[in-house]
């Protein structure tokens, strides 16, 4: 149990995925209508879209983790998120999630891929969401501002 909650924890309806996003808190409840119930057997990165009208778009990637943190990878996500954009609308953004099995606070490692694709993001000029982590009993923000605007 998180904090004393004595509830399950209970992820919104699907349908919501697409609502609106309007603030990290708005992000963060996207994320957990698309993932569902929490516990993950892998290491998973999650990428979406979020097109100008602030909306996912109904695409969505996972590309399989390493337990080290990689920057051949971050960057090979980067630049595959750049040729997906060429073919959204002008103003789309690229939402990114980490998955992973486990408990605890958020770890170095979870930062260290959150700082490896904001540096690749950079590098490719594509324009990221803040980006999250969740494990087994929780849905955490990592970075809080979104990059590239």
């Given at each position: 149990?998180l ?53 996912m ?30 073919d ?7 939402a ?12 170095r ?14 590098e ?26």
């Amino acid at each position: 149990m998180l904090g004393g909650m004595t509830h399950p924890y209970r992820p919104p309806p699907i349908e919501t995925a697409t609502d609106p996003i309007h603030s990290p808190a708005d992000m963060g409840q996207r994320w957990r209508a698309l993932m569902g119930e929490l516990g993950f057997d892998l290491r998973l990165l999650w990428v979406g879209f979020v097109g100008p009208d602030r909306r996912m778009i109904k695409a969505l990637s996972q590309v399989e983790l390493r337990a080290t943190a990689d920057a051949g990878l971050a960057d090979e996500v980067m630049a595959g998120c750049r040729d997906v954009l060429a073919d959204f609308p002008d103003g789309t953004t690229v939402a990114l999630l980490l998955t992973r099995p486990g408990v605890g606070p958020v770890s170095r490692l979870d930062r260290q891929w959150a700082e490896l694709l904001t540096a690749a993001a950079r590098e490719h000029d594509v324009v990221i969401e803040p980006i999250f982590r969740a494990h087994d009993e929780s849905l955490d923000l990592l970075q809080q501002v979104a990059v590239g605007r």
